[in-house]
């Protein structure tokens, strides 16, 4: 993470000019439990991708089918909602 | 000096009138008394086709300073009223405003708060909000809202400031009274108050920006710094607008106004309407030799301590007048941010407290005479009610 700016440095009322720089904000620092994937029970139905209000839920192709491929941790804040919603038992919180 | 046209003029019309003046993009405003008449007659000349603005009729003073909150970060000029209880429904997004640096100007025709309900005037609704980071500025008479209203705009717009500005007047005393105004030429107004230039909108689309996003415990506080010292920029700034200002109308401005202080002995400290009753009696006794002396601020955000003070050491005693109660405090908020700035300063002049006028009880020439004979007479007590039947 860069280094804290001062008073002096950053953009007055709070105002954010560089679109898109959420992504420098890592609030997977907030979680105290994340989910883990087993990939091997993930079946692609794709609920979890759905459901995550962050957009943490990688895919991609596994023996040529759509799965989870994993979590973006860095981003994951643990509200455990992909958990609640898998139907198959292949993401806890731990 | 420009030309200028008499008027015969309320303090409400003055406000109005500079507002069709500046003809500003956008006016959200909500009815309350007293500021009523402001933006009656506002949406009169929206009718009419005197001005371009978009006029938003909101449902409450919560919608309308959030309206004028969008059209401002939205990259337009936006201009408002309001009084007392509007005053306080507005008050979270008040702050808003200023916290997130998007100048604009509301005219307040003060007015006390509930309850019990009174539409007269005080200054309980401008203190509720006097540390919410608005540039407030205070005016005697329908001339001086008039003109405060023009100067504000180009206080709130500057670069270096981008605050908002609360132009302050005393309820139906001041907004309903008629008195003769000067009002220049519109043109004299719009080539003063120039074309709104602010570097970062909303509607830039060539340079995107996000208005209003979290700041948690890691840039909150440099923020909030960032807007204690544009206040205190605005110390710097204010002259030099008022300067420019002055060229135009002749006069002169300034975080104060005495009268008849140079060889006073004891002096009163008081803001808008009072101090232009206080005069009158500052005339009458000093016919009679007694060397009494006012001090008009004219701002308290920014508060002009160095200013404030270095006229009040010119006096042995003082009286300083509120026209509301900050309830548990020993005395009122002016008295006291004067009372800190004189210790700090080791002046040695003796305060003392008024609070008056409250709910528009009326404040008589007597009142303030017998205010003055006390400061006379060294009378010790702190904190002074005036006008109440105690």
Do not use: Q
């Given at each position: 993470m860069s280094p804290l700016k001062t008073a002096r440095e950053i953009p007055i009322g709070?105002?954010?000019?560089?679109?898109?720089?959420?992504?420098?904000?890592?609030?997977?620092?907030?979680?105290?439990k994340q989910p883990r994937l087993d990939i091997a029970k993930c079946?692609?139905?794709?609920f979890c991708m759905n459901y995550c209000p962050d957009d943490c839920i990688k895919s991609g192709q596994v023996d040529g089918q759509f799965r989870?491929?994993?979590?973006k941790y860095e981003y994951?804040?643990?509200?455990g909602v992909c958990v609640a919603v898998?139907?198959?038992?292949?993401l806890k919180m731990e | 000096m420009s030309d200028t046209t008499k008027k015969a003029f309320t303090g409400a019309d003055a406000a109005s009138w500079a507002m069709k003046q500046i003809n500003p993009d956008v006016v959200a405003a909500y009815p309350m008394t007293p500021q009523t008449a402001i933006v009656q007659n506002f949406a009169r000349y929206v009718a009419d086709g005197l001005v371009d603005t978009e006029y938003v009729t909101a449902e409450s003073e919560h919608s309308v300073m959030s309206a004028t909150i969008g059209a401002v970060a939205a990259g337009g000029r936006a201009m408002t009223a309001t009084s007392s209880a509007g005053l306080a429904l507005m008050a979270e997004m008040v702050g808003v405003a200023s916290g997130l640096r998007l100048p604009m100007v509301m005219a307040v025709a003060n007015r006390a708060l509930s309850a019990p309900i009174n539409i007269h005037g005080d200054h309980s609704d401008v203190y509720l909000v006097k540390d919410l980071g608005w540039i407030q500025v205070f005016s005697e008479d329908p001339q001086e809202v008039y003109e405060n209203m023009i100067m504000a705009v180009r206080i709130s717009e500057h670069p270096d400031i981008q605050l908002p500005v609360e132009v302050n007047q005393d309820g139906?005393?001041?907004?309903?009274a008629v008195e003769r105004v000067d009002v220049l030429e519109d043109a004299t107004v719009q080539e003063f108050v120039g074309q709104k230039k602010l570097d970062?909108?909303?509607?830039?689309l060539e340079h995107p920006v996000t208005i209003g996003p979290l700041e948690l415990q890691d840039y909150y506080f440099e923020t909030q710094k960032q807007r204690n010292d544009a206040m205190f920029k605005a110390m710097e700034v204010i002259p030099q607008i008022e300067a420019e200002f002055s060229k135009i109308t002749g006069k002169i401005y300034g975080w104060l106004e005495e009268y008849r202080?140079?060889?006073?002995e004891v002096a009163i400290v008081v803001m808008s309407s009072t101090a232009g009753t206080a005069k009158g009696v500052v005339d009458a006794m000093r016919e009679q030799g007694k060397k009494v002396g006012l001090i008009k601020p004219r701002y308290i955000r920014p508060f002009p301590a160095d200013a404030l003070v270095a006229s009040l050491k010119k006096v042995k005693r003082a009286a300083v007048m509120d026209r509301a109660i900050s309830f548990?405090?020993?005395?009122?908020a002016l008295f006291n941010e004067l009372s800190s700035a004189m210790y700090q300063r080791d002046g040695q002049t003796h305060m003392q407290s008024i609070l008056f006028g409250l709910g528009g009880r009326d404040i008589t020439p007597a009142d303030i005479e017998g205010i003055f004979q006390g400061l006379l007479d060294g009378d010790e007590q702190l904190i002074k009610y005036v006008g109440v039947r105690e």
């Open positions: 709070g105002m954010i000019v560089e679109p898109g720089n959420s992504l420098n904000y890592h609030t997977g620092s907030w979680a105290s079946t692609g139905c794709a989870a491929t994993g979590i994951c804040k643990g509200c898998c139907k198959f038992d292949a | 139906f005393i001041t907004s309903h970062k909108y909303l509607l830039d202080m140079d060889d006073a548990g405090a020993e005395g009122g």
